[in-house]
């Protein structure tokens, strides 16, 4: 990336916090994009910036990123499409950065696959109550009761607060461990970049060689 001149504006980044923020800093690195001072992990600093690309970088929530980027508060966002199906807002998706692959599933007992198979009226406790909804009421036509968890969602089918969940799968190691399966798929997953609206169109020519410079590195 080239030095940029010093009147122009900040362009800013939303990146997910936790697994994927570190894989994001790495691919933008292959890319010239460097933040030094993020890599410090006790710094309860909140906002980096590179003042010769006149980037700066915040760590969110993930649930959170879709939100900066559509209020312009980030002209630019990396966070999982399970949650860019979930929050639903008005932000371009416009790559898909091929890491932090997994899938969207329906897990549980195995005993759950007739309640699932004979449309049983079923509880289904998730993190992603839309993405739930949308499967269940849309694609299968099964009406179900939809629990909302925010976190270690396999305990509800254990515990018994609910017959099955709708959850994220990437090693399969959390379900194993606690005797639960993968019943049915619902879509594959991976880390995308999302822009603002207004953003992609008034910083076109940064944006656009961010995105060109991203896409030559996967195809390396
Ligand atoms: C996610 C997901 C599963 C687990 C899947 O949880 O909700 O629990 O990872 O990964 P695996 O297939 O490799 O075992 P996360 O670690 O994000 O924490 P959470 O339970 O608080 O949602």
Redesign the pocket.
């Known amino acids: 990336m080239n030095k940029q001149s010093q009147d122009m504006r900040y362009l800013t980044f939303a990146l997910g916090k936790?697994r994927l923020a570190s894989q994001a800093l790495e691919l933008l690195e292959q890319i010239g994009i460097t933040c030094e001072e993020m890599k410090d992990k006790d710094s309860r600093k909140l906002i980096f910036v590179n003042e010769d690309l006149k980037l700066r970088f915040f760590l969110a929530k993930g649930p959170d990123v879709p939100t900066y980027v559509e209020y312009g508060a980030a002209d630019i966002g990396v966070v999982g499409s399970d949650t860019i199906l979930e929050e639903n807002r008005r932000v371009y998706e416009v790559l898909d950065l091929g890491f932090g692959k997994?899938r969207m599933c329906v897990c549980g007992p195995v005993s759950a696959k007739k309640l699932l198979q004979h449309h049983e009226m079923i509880r289904v406790a998730t993190?992603y109550p839309k993405i739930a909804k949308d499967y269940f009421y849309n694609q299968k036509h099964q009406t179900v009761d939809i629990i909302k968890l925010n976190?270690?969602?396999?305990l509800g089918p254990i515990v018994g607060l609910s017959d099955v969940i709708v959850?994220?799968?990437?090693?399969?190691?959390?379900?194993k461990e606690n005797g639960l399966e993968v019943l049915e798929e619902i879509c594959p997953l991976s880390a995308r970049m999302i822009v603002n609206q207004v953003s992609m169109k008034m910083e076109a020519e940064r944006i656009r060689e961010i995105l060109q410079a991203l896409k030559s590195t996967k195809q390396r």
């Open positions: 936790g997994c993190k976190g270690s969602v396999e959850d994220i799968v990437e090693t399969g190691s959390t379900l």
